[in-house]
């Protein structure tokens, strides 16, 4: 990759975690970021989500899988002496533009101050919306091959099927990606009864959210897309009144 050395530069790069979608689940320090930038950069999706904030802002867009092209953009912006707010969905350091920011920051020798400001995650704010599954210890993994082979990911999910751990599931299935779902359900049915409780959030807190309790045997039967959070619990999760608990081993 070409260098650049920009030497001492006012300019800032915060990288922003903006929450599953809707403005209710924006932190303060988000908004503040992204009100104090002048320049905003982000999936145009992701955008789209927090135009309220970028009135008379550049904006830096550009489409999905152009993370790298879209973070250099970034970083070059704040060399020039710009405070420019890179967004993520969710939690920016949970497969968002954090590491990489910070990766191509010290690659590049760009030199630019770096503060990552945190946002509710889609697995937490799936998780409120169906009672408390994540009560107890848990895993995330996403099933997208895009930056990681798939048998790196089989295997951990074999791990955590093993373990009897909380499992939350990113990225499940895309139009051209089906198999991927249906193996991880296999895998997991091998350590864990069908009855497993299971749910699945769909565009969480955004317009159009789709929240379905099911059972992990009945899982493939749910419409699940790039969108959905699929929770799946453990040896001791149940139902109650309508909501997918963990305990957490307290006695009542």
């Known amino acids: 990759m070409e260098k650049h050395n920009s030497g001492n530069s006012a300019g800032k790069l915060y990288v922003v975690g903006i929450g599953p979608g809707g403005p209710e689940d924006r932190t303060r320090r988000a908004e503040k970021a992204i009100t104090e930038s002048n320049v905003v950069a982000g ?77 509710v995650t889609s697995a937490t704010a799936a998780a409120a919306r169906i009672g408390s599954p994540l009560m107890l210890d848990f895993a995330v993994i996403s099933l997208s091959d895009l930056l990681l082979s798939w048998e790196t990911i089989r295997k951990r999910i074999e791990a955590v099927a093993g373990a009897d751990l909380v499992i939350a599931l990113y990225n499940p299935k895309s139009k051209k990606r089906t198999l991927h779902l249906k193996e991880a359900v296999a895998i997991l049915l091998n350590c864990r009864p069908g009855s497993t409780p299971v749910g699945i959030v769909t565009d969480a807190g955004r317009p159009g959210e789709k929240i379905v309790l099911a059972s992990l045997d009945k899982l493939l039967e749910v419409d699940i897309n790039m969108t959905s959070i699929i929770i799946v619990g453990n040896s001791t999760s149940k139902i109650i009144d309508g909501k997918f608990i963990t305990p957490r081993g307290y006695r009542i």
């Open 43 to 119: 999936y145009k999706m992701y955008l789209d989500l927090i135009k309220d904030l970028t009135e008379g802002k550049e904006i830096i867009s550009s489409g999905m899988t152009r993370e790298v092209e879209r973070c250099r953009a970034a970083l070059e912006s704040a060399a020039q002496g710009n405070v420019v707010a890179l967004v993520s969905s969710g939690d920016a350091g949970i497969y968002g533009m954090a590491g990489l920011a910070l990766e191509l920051n010290h690659a590049l020798e760009f030199h630019v101050p770096i503060e990552t400001i945190p946002g």
